[in-house]
């Protein structure tokens, strides 16, 4: 039965960096689903006869989430619900599906790397027809709508099945409950050589492949196991968990702890690989070796030739401004197109669709391609290793040549979490200020040639966006300050920093990149204000 029920709205129903994130209590909260989703839909002209994608990372509250986004749907005039069985689906194939289905967008519930669980957080993402995350505009437009928000329309009824796969409807409304594994193995394989994988693992190639207790799980133990090769229980923490066993689904060297003792013991395996809650982000190791992402951003782009999909050449790549410049040198050497935009993905969306780019990535363990409108996890993964059974070579020895031909960008990222917004906000302001006396200044020999507002002109759109501070330095030195767009209590800020050595390649990265650092911390007056001596997370 149709029917319209009254709201109060919220305030706080702003969408960050990649969609809207909070706490897993705040989205229980009476109407807050409800409220959201209605707002997405009266933001973008309404849904009556569209279609959507709808899936998760499989975390808590979850399915509770899309049981009613498929009240509120039906309520809408939905034409159709395309959902992923149980309720899961990666970031990645979802984007692939929105243009697979020539659906008008989808929802997929995540908080990507966050904790879940009844404590951690839940969230939604909502990307349009491009498959990519909403242009501000857009997001713009459903804040404001979610404040002004008095009434939502559903359809009452039982809970559908989410486990039965095929066609089924609710009201006037149909559904398809779909598998989406085989359909992104598939969509790898058009991409990568199959058949130089499943040499490489049958000459007794060994990998370690975390999946977090995440959604990535039950692609990867088919993929890496069954189709390609790889030696049963490669894949570890394959099962998707409401609480992620209590794991941090973020792969990095410090919530990936498990990963990397593995992959620095004595018989550690030839490769070691991560993702995120959603499957979007990834990490790279070898034995005892961690790849920075920036680095990796650089060696795939360096690469591309190894790869079917892209041997026959690439548009350009893109990086964020607080990536590390390793990107920009192949670019140069390759003489393809190169940009530097904001942090997030929507603006390489735009690249991507003007044919300027084909690769692109950020320093936080993100990287894909124009195979879909995402960061892929499983894609970086599965160049690295198509780039190893094309070289023979290891990961140490691919990133070791790849410093000595065009030099190392040391790479650090510092978050200090957690700050009182009010406190992060005022440090924001004086340092813009401060900023604009900083050109010329010397710290020891090093002197500051550029320093202000990160601001980004989009070539697509004509739209311009400021992003953070950034500080570069006469010997290709930089610092980036921002604020985190994602997190969901107070604020964070990220300090960037970045060290070009030609000849010393392998210095510890901490060190080399200390002076800098200090700087950073003193130019911001970081510990000053925020109490802080020292970031909570370095990367
Ligand atoms: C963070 C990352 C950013 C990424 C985003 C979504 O955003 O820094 O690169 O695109 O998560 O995964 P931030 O919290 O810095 O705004
Ligand atoms: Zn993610």
């Not at 993402?125 to 995350?133: F, H």
């Not at 977090?212 to 039950?218: E, Y």
């Not at 923490?237 to 990963?259: I, Q, R």
């Amino acid at each position: 039965m149709l029917k319209t029920v009254k709201t109060t709205a919220y305030t706080d129903q702003k969408m960050g960096t990649a969609g809207l994130r909070k706490k897993s209590k705040v989205w229980m909260q009476p109407n807050y689903v409800e409220n959201f989703v209605q707002s997405i839909f009266n933001s973008i002209g309404g849904v009556e006869g569209k279609s959507f994608i709808i899936g998760g990372d499989g975390r808590f509250y979850n399915t509770v989430m899309i049981q009613k986004i498929i009240k509120l749907a039906a309520g809408n005039g939905v034409k159709k619900l395309i959902i992923g069985q149980n309720g899961l689906m990666s970031t990645p194939i979802s984007s692939r599906l929105i243009k697979d289905y020539q659906t008008d967008g989808s929802l997929v519930l995540t908080a990507s790397h966050n904790p879940g669980g009844e404590n951690g957080d839940a969230g939604i993402k909502y990307a349009t027809a491009s498959g990519g995350q909403a242009p501000k505009q857009i997001t713009d437009a459903i804040y404001k709508n979610t404040k002004e928000i008095t009434e939502y329309n559903l359809v009452e009824g039982n809970d559908v099945d989410l486990s039965k796969l095929g066609p089924t409807t609710y009201g006037n409304m149909e559904i398809e409950l779909i598998d989406t594994i085989d359909g992104y193995i598939a969509m790898c394989e058009e991409i990568f050589d199959f058949d130089a994988l499943k040499a490489l693992f049958k000459k007794g190639f060994k990998l370690k492949f975390d999946s977090m207790n995440a959604i990535t799980g039950p692609y990867a133990v088919k993929l890496f196991e069954e189709i390609l090769g790889a030696e049963k229980g490669s894949v570890m923490n394959s099962t998707p968990l409401p609480d992620f066993g209590g794991l941090h689904p973020d792969p990095n060297l410090k919530y990936a702890a498990e990963l990397i003792k593995i992959m620095n013991s004595k018989n550690a395996p030839d490769f070691g690989a991560a993702t995120d809650g959603d499957g979007d982000r990834y990490m790279i190791l070898g034995r005892n070796f961690f790849v920075t992402p920036s680095d990796s951003l650089a060696i795939i782009t360096d690469n591309y030739k190894f790869i079917p999909a892209y041997e026959k050449g690439i548009f350009g790549v893109a990086k964020s401004a607080a990536t590390s410049t390793a990107v920009a040198r192949v670019a140069q050497a390759h003489k393809i197109g190169y940009y530097e935009t904001p942090t997030g993905w929507k603006f390489f969306v735009n690249l991507m669709d003007s044919d300027r780019i084909t690769f692109c990535g950020e320093e936080s363990f993100g990287a894909g391609s124009s195979h879909i409108r995402e960061k892929d996890g499983i894609w970086a993964v599965l160049f690295w290793l198509n780039i190893i059974a094309k070289t023979g070579k290891s990961v140490e020895e691919i990133v070791t040549e790849h410093w000595q031909k065009y030099g190392r960008s040391y790479y650090m990222r510092f978050d200090f979490e957690e700050i009182d917004s009010e406190i992060a906000n005022k440090l924001m302001a004086d340092l813009q200020t401060k900023l604009s006396t900083l050109q010329g200044q010397k710290f020891g020999t090093n002197e500051v040639e550029t320093a202000g507002a990160f601001v980004y002109n989009d070539p697509v759109d004509g739209s311009s966006t400021q992003d953070g501070f950034l500080i570069r330095f006469k010997d290709g030195s930089r610092i980036v300050y921002r604020l985190s767009g994602t997190g969901s209590v107070g604020a964070t800020l990220r300090v960037y920093v970045e060290k070009l050595e030609t000849k010393n390649i392998k210095e510890d990265a901490r060190l080399m990149v200390d002076e800098l650092y200090q700087i950073a911390s003193q130019v911001a007056e970081i510990e000053k204000r925020t109490g802080k001596k020292e970031a909570d997370v370095t990367t």
